[in-house]
């Protein structure tokens, strides 16, 4: 939120799918413990700065414009940024079951950006910065992803709404046609959204993702994001890590888990050992390498963090919801 190279117009933050969104699904697990009754001033901010930019849908800039980050970025920022903060809003409003309207307008803002014609028909036009797995040719699968469990996760049993019955089937038949192409890790996002709403996915599919994820589990009880988008190749020409890291570890914890695994499960367990075993004493964070350049090729120590960031948030709901159970 204070990094300067994240500040837009209207005195607003840009949403990152690295950082603030997954600050915005996992910071309130933590709140039991903590003994908070009420979201805290970092929560609040980041809510603020998205209700702001729903709010302003018409006047605030895009993220980034084609005039300074190259042609379609404009559009792209548009469909990013609707996606991401329905799903903020909605999230947040899950938590008190009572859908708002600056919710219900960032969910007219996301349908309007929904593709209707084309090879992208029922998706959205995403961010694409060459980065796996959020800004790469394929995320607009992901982001697809994101807007069904937002429309899922919404209260007020907000996807039966009539007037969206037509943008969710189109949304139903994107995720279905596009599902069989996709890498690990985006079917993992799909197992996701399938948890939050019905219909995407029939048993024998969702078994099939289950499995395909369990196999690629490392010894060591965690899994590699390498391995879960095959043949990705580093910008700076490095190796891959092949380790097994904290993104992938905690999102795939996570994920089974929303999709109905039982605590018990032997694989699941030994994820979550994992989990339990590698967070940093140092900073609280689980460790996670970039897809696409090294610590040494970042542009700044910043970004160099963003998939710890992302692994942390993931490692937190994955650890939480199985306390919970």
């Known amino acids: 939120m204070a990094w300067p190279r994240a500040s837009r117009d209207h ?17 309130s697990a933590l709140r039991k413990s903590l003994g908070e009754q009420t979201p805290s001033a970092n929560e609040h901010a980041l809510l603020d ?28 920022s548009r469909g990013t940024e609707s996606v991401l903060n329905a799903l903020i809003l909605a999230a947040n409003d899950a938590q008190n079951g009572h859908l708002s309207n600056d919710t219900r307008t960032a969910f007219n803002n996301m349908w309007a950006e929904q593709q209707t014609a084309g090879s992208n028909r029922g998706g959205w036009l995403w961010l694409r910065f060459n980065n796996e797995p959020w800004e790469a040719d394929d995320s607009g699968f992901y982001g697809a992803a994101l807007a069904a ?14 007037e969206i019955q037509t943008r969710l089937t189109l949304l139903r038949e994107y ?61 700076d020409e490095t190796p891959q890590e092949m380790t097994s890291d904290g993104y992938a570890t905690g999102f795939i914890a996570f994920v089974l888990q929303q999709s109905g695994m039982p605590r018990e499960n032997p694989q699941l367990k030994r994820a979550l050992a994992w989990l339990a075993t590698n967070q940093s004493k140092t900073d609280g964070s689980w460790p996670s390498s970039s897809l696409n350049k090294t610590v040494q090729h970042h542009q700044t120590p910043q970004t160099a963090q963003f998939m710890s960031d992302a ?12 306390d919970r159970r």
């Open 11 to 27: 005195e607003t933050f840009c949403i990152s799918c690295h950082t603030a969104v997954p600050y915005a699904l996992s910071r």
């Open 149 to 162: 469990i937002a429309t899922g996760i919404a209260p007020g049993n907000y996807r039966a709404t009539p």
């Open 175 to 235: 995720l279905a046609r596009e599902s069989a192409v996709q890498t690990t890790v985006n079917r993992i996002n799909l197992l996701w959204a399938s948890s939050k709403l019905p219909g995407l996915l029939d048993e024998d599919q969702r078994k099939s993702i289950i499995n395909e994820t369990l196999n690629t589990q490392r010894p060591d009880g965690g899994w590699s994001l390498t391995s879960l988008i095959a043949g990705w190749k580093r910008a």
């Open 49 to 76: 700065n998205v209700t702001k930019r729903v709010r302003l849908w018409k006047e605030v800039a895009p993220f980034y414009t084609d005039a300074d980050r190259g042609q379609y970025k404009t559009v792209e």
């Open 311 to 322: 692994a942390t948030a993931y490692a937190v709901l994955a650890l939480t919801e199985a």
